[in-house]
């Protein structure tokens, strides 16, 4: 049944919703919200359309979790946002410079939360976002410095970018990183272990490393949970579980396009069907649309081949590109697709990538948007 | 107790006021008595590992304070301020 959908959206400058209506017509923006907070990711609990949590820091400021428990009209700061260990050795000292990422926890397990930091951290909330706690079989494994060196990262520091959670199981869970890759648990995070075999590395002497990878973006595919995708930053993969080797599907991207970009949505129902927004990654890495003609890339047989889908976006000299939580879908019927952008534009499809409307311009750099019902 | 002067980017904890009064024989002190009336704002200003955050500068009259364990008397006021941090 269509409902009304709401777009969570996260900019380097504060927090918007967009709010529209089941036809997929009428856009309505609300907001700002923290205006000048650098705003990392806004989510809601999917498990109760209730809590919303949202990442922040500023220029200044240091980082902080703000939670509404009323759709977004008030918000209240984490009693104890995430933050690692004080300790006296200041060659391991860590801080949190932001939160990247918020991970409602297994549907079996109420009030949990899970968040990935900058440098990469794990936390973990057990009150609803009210306070956090480490999770030291990451953050304190013996194996930490290797898997984060310190002067590895992304121009926006290094990532534990995404936590991403079995429906079938609570204990086990992937994360990814930007300075190691894709990691395993089948103990809740007490054990992780690398899960990165045949993705490529091509910045390090040893293109194939067990961990050291970049992972950009991954995910289940919700109907059938053995399927990880991932948008690396050297290529699409698939993953069908048990299997522990990494399958390049982004060699069948047209080589004028390349298979690298920041994110990759898949189909809720449809197994085989996912969508990628490319960017350049040739020479200097511009991360801008190739060519500067922003397109959609969308595959309905596992990446065995995919389709351009660019109708409406703009023809050329549009160079914006998609950051990694900043491409989702809705659950509707055909399915929604919407992205934000770069250049603060927000663009939705209404017929699974057939063709593309601008909702939504002149916000500022958009880091997130995440689709959800009006509850 | 020791005026300490807020800036703009602090106001949303303090309810707008620029210049609160707070105890404390130390800068770190002053903050955690400050964080009792303010709830999260020592976390803005200071990291888990008691460092000032890279784009806050905390002075104690004129003297710019790299260690937040420097200690202070009642005569003392301590500024905080947002450095400049780019667009």
């Keep these: 049944m269509a409902r009304n959908i709401r777009l969570l959206i996260g900019t380097r400058k504060g927090a918007w919703i967009c709010r529209g209506d089941s036809s997929h017509a009428d856009w309505v923006m609300e907001g700002p919200i923290h205006l000048g907070q650098i705003v990392s990711h806004l989510v809601v609990d999917r498990r109760t359309g209730g809590t919303m949590l949202m990442a922040v820091a500023t220029g200044h400021l240091g980082p902080t979790i703000f939670r509404s428990t009323d759709g977004g009209g008030t918000w209240v700061e984490a009693k104890r946002p995430p933050a690692f260990e004080k300790t006296t050795d200041s060659a391991i000292a860590r801080a949190v410079d932001h939160t990247f990422w918020l991970e409602n926890g297994h549907a079996g397990e ?26 030291s079989g ?22 534990l970018n995404q936590v991403v959670i079995d429906p079938r199981d609570a204990r086990h869970m992937y994360i990814a990183t930007s300075t190691a890759g894709v990691f395993e648990t089948t103990d809740r995070g007490a054990s992780w272990r690398p899960l990165n075999k045949g993705v490529e590395a091509s910045f390090l002497p040893d293109p194939y490393p067990e961990f050291g990878q970049d992972a950009h973006f991954i995910a289940l595919a919700p109907s059938m949970p053995d399927r990880l995708w991932q948008q690396n930053h050297c290529g699409i993969y698939l993953l069908d579980r048990p299997e522990v080797t990494w399958e390049r599907i982004g060699r069948a ?43 959609v890339y969308g595959t309905r047989d596992a990446g065995r081949t995919w389709k351009r889908q660019d109708n409406g976006f703009p023809a050329e000299q549009a160079w914006f590109t998609v950051k990694r939580q900043a491409f989702c879908a809705d659950d509707e019927e055909p399915l929604g697709l919407y992205l934000g952008t770069t250049g603060g534009e927000v663009w939705m499809s209404a017929d699974e990538g057939g063709s593309w409307r601008n909702i939504g311009a002149h916000l500022p750099e958009i880091y997130s948007v995440v689709a959800a019902p009006t509850p | 107790m020791i005026f300490v002067s807020l800036p703009s980017q602090l106001h949303s904890y303090s309810g707008g006021v620029s210049r609160v009064e707070a105890r404390g024989e130390t800068v770190d002190m002053v903050l955690t008595d400050l964080d009792r009336c303010f709830p999260g704002i020592r976390f803005r200003i200071i990291d888990e590992q008691n460092r000032i955050r890279r784009h806050m500068r905390i002075f104690v009259g004129r003297d710019a304070v790299t260690d937040i364990d420097r200690a202070v008397g009642d005569a003392d006021e301590i500024l905080i301020f947002g450095a400049l941090s780019g667009g």
């Design chain 1, 110 to 135: 109420p009030g949990v939360w899970w968040a990935g930091t900058s440098p990469p951290g794990l936390f973990v909330s057990e009150d609803d976002g009210v306070s956090w706690d480490g999770v």
């Design chain 1, 253 to 295: 991207m047209p080589p004028e396009i390349g298979d690298i970009g920041f994110t990759i949505v898949p189909h809720p129902r449809d197994v085989d069907a996912a969508w990628v927004f490319p960017m350049d990654g040739t020479e200097v890495w511009p991360r801008t649309s190739p060519g500067g003609k922003p397109a």
């Design chain 1, 138 to 159: 990451f953050n304190d494994h013996p194996l930490y410095r290797e898997w984060v060196p310190p002067d590895a990262g992304t121009p926006d520091g290094p990532l």
